[in-house]
């Protein structure tokens, strides 16, 4: 949520790379094709009506840009949120202007162009790059932006997204020969996952298992919300300006009109609902609940597994015997100071969250709660096709990366008090509980007492959220450690065959130069038949950053590479070494007045280049160098 994206949701079905186990693909990647679906505030947003805009001599019209023209938001901010916000009970648009997703790459590689730089205008543009560089053909990536600010199933009622993902899937198998590749990141993680459920309901069962193998050969899961993110109960409460030159009151007003608000709120790992063929058990019947229900590991746990409360909130306290009725029936809340006409403290775990708890028992105080629990309960709860807010188990897939940064302060728990001010300024956030690399801090710096992971988070996700899929590693693990940047093997560390529990954190007995970022890698040694996963942990990545992150890029390929080559010996890419790939990955080293990696690169001067580094280029062709990592 931080700068704008708890996401940065974003599905990548990627490029054209990789085979799978059986080896059908293996040597020729021509057949393959990827997939984009990106993710929260990460997709352009034009309008689809006339807007006159009094006062301004910016108006909208349509096709105009609306997610992200900063000018017209500068200028004519009134005209601007009429065409973002939405109905919050409904979903509705503004009866003056609505808005509705470009299309195409276009759409998701520069929100802005030319006025907002970094990552809350650049998004996929780095990696399109990368794309081309490769020599991946133009019809072999295809971007499938959706209207970010609706739940999931608005996304079908109104644009038939999830339809159209699936004939997107069919159409590229049959224009290349061979699946997609998804690579999701942040929220559009939760947009495949939905996909996957939804999908169920479409296909015959018989066929659900043979349509995944023929259509997705992997799926690459980056800063995955596995199980909510934090800073969506601040973006509800005191808004969040995504970067944006707004004030958070306004930003607030906006982001709670949102169906998809509600889609990042944190939950708890204990809790969960049936999960069936509804079509098939319930007789079609569309009205289908869920029987949601938590383990007794929730009722031991103080947190419901998160490292501190999600919420600590002060309320009023005088309405003397009737202080807070709708509090009553939650024994974990705090009353302390009623008696005295104190202000009230109340906490709130994740559970307490995501069940609709916490809305209910502000909803004297906050005009906002009432329509959030409106679409926590229509949206999310009784949801037909998936109840979000619920752990993940491994997805039916056979081949799943999961990549998140770690080792970043994040924040995992807030302090919030009345402002004195109306609505939508009347919270004020009077403390930030941080996870820093495994304790619990104060934003006064203070150690907190609570749960802390082995960890910290990417700086928008925590910890506890992203390595949630360390739950769909195998019985037996391999974890290697190596340097980010390119290395000869020397500080390359690794241990085989470590015994993994379903529920439990692996933590590595290994090293770490302070001076150095490293990747950590959880890869399968023994898995469950017909798949493959691995989990790669980054070191200091951020999380609005990390699919821009040159390690990543270059990780990715490697992989993919040694996925696709008819002569690879192992299951995973070699951790052996990492020489540069890219002409923009040599570099001129003074110390040795010649091109850094001489095995790899050499010193070839092109007109126009300007300084020694730009002259450093490969030795050979990518393929040729790539041929090395099988």
């Not at 490293?518 to 017909?530: A, K, M, Q, R």
Request: hydrophobic fraction near 35%; include cysteine; charge should be negative.
């Amino acid at each position: 949520m931080r700068g704008g994206h708890v996401g940065f949701v974003v599905i990548f079905i990627l490029l054209a790379t990789a085979g799978n186990l059986s080896g059908e693909f293996a040597g020729d990647y021509s057949k393959l094709s990827g997939i984009i679906i990106p993710g929260f505030a990460s997709t352009q947003l034009r309008a689809w009506s006339i807007l006159d805009c009094p006062y301004s001599p910016l108006d909208f019209n349509p096709l105009d840009l609306v997610w992200l023209d900063t000018t017209k938001l500068l200028s004519a901010v009134n005209c601007w949120l009429k065409c973002m916000m939405l109905d919050p009970y409904n979903q509705t648009d503004h009866n003056e202007c609505k808005s509705r997703p470009d299309s195409g790459l276009s759409a998701i590689t520069e929100l802005d162009p030319g006025y907002i730089t970094g990552p809350l205008s650049s998004v996929w543009k780095e990696w399109i790059k990368w794309c081309i560089e490769f020599g991946i053909e133009a019809n072999a990536i295809i971007a499938v932006p959706y209207d970010w600010r609706l739940s999931p199933s608005k996304l079908e009622e109104r644009d038939l997204y999830f339809h159209k993902l699936k004939l997107t899937f069919e159409t590229a198998l049959k224009l290349r020969g061979g699946p997609s590749i998804v690579f999701a990141h942040s929220l559009g993680n939760n947009v495949f996952r939905y996909f996957l459920e939804w999908l169920k309901l479409e296909i015959a069962p018989k066929e659900y298992g043979r349509w995944l193998d023929d259509h997705i050969h992997a799926y690459f899961a980056v800063g995955a919300p596995l199980l909510g993110a934090i800073e969506t109960v601040k973006a509800t409460l005191s808004g969040s300006t995504f970067g944006l030159p707004v004030s958070e009151g306004t930003a607030r007003l906006m982001f709670n009109t949102f169906g998809s608000s509600i889609w990042m709120l944190p939950f708890s790992k204990y809790c969960t609902t049936d999960n069936v063929y509804r079509r098939y058990f319930s007789g079609g019947n569309r009205k289908y609940h869920h029987a949601y229900h938590c383990d007794e590991h929730e009722l031991k746990s103080k947190y419901s597994g998160w490292p501190t409360n999600i919420i600590n909130i002060e309320v009023p306290s005088n309405r003397g015997n009737e202080v807070y009725p709708s509090v009553v029936e939650t024994p974990q809340t705090n009353l302390s100071g009623k008696e005295c006409g104190f202000p009230t403290q109340l906490s709130f775990s994740a559970r307490e969250v995501s069940d609709g708890t916490f809305f209910k028992a502000i909803k004297n105080y906050d005009p906002d709660s009432e329509r959030l629990f409106h679409l926590l309960k229509k949206s999310y709860h009784d949801d037909p096709i998936l109840n979000p807010l619920t752990p993940w188990e491994r997805p039916p897939l056979k081949n799943i990366f999961c990549i998140y940064g770690v080792d970043s302060k994040t924040e995992v728990g807030y302090y919030f008090a009345p402002s004195g001010k109306p609505y939508p300024d009347n919270w004020i956030i009077t403390d930030v509980i941080y996870e820093i690399e495994g304790s619990l801090y104060s934003r006064s710096g203070n150690l907190v007492e609570g749960n802390p992971g082995a960890t910290s988070g990417d700086e928008t996700v925590p910890y506890h959220s992203l390595s949630w899929c360390k739950n769909w590693l195998g019985p037996k693990v391999n974890i290697t450690r190596t340097p980010q940047s390119e290395h000869d093997g020397s500080d390359v560390q690794v241990h085989l065959n470590i015994e993994h529990q379903h529920g439990e954190d692996i933590i590595p007995n290994m090293t770490k130069l302070p001076t150095m970022k490293y990747i950590t890698y959880y890869e399968d040694s023994e898995s469950f038949p017909g798949t493959r996963t691995a989990v790669w942990e980054l070191d200091k990545a951020n999380h609005r950053n990390i699919v821009r992150s040159p390690a990543l890029m270059r990780e990715l390929w490697l992989e993919m590479w040694h996925d696709i080559h008819p002569d690879k010996k192992s299951n995973f890419v070699t951790k052996a070494k990492r020489g540069p790939l890219r002409d923009e990955d040599c570099y001129w080293d003074y110390g040795k007045a010649r091109c850094a990696w001489a095995e790899h690169c050499e010193y070839r001067y092109v007109f126009g280049d300007v300084h020694l580094g730009q002259s450093c280029r490969l030795k050979s062709s990518t393929s040729h160098i790539l041929s090395h990592y099988v």
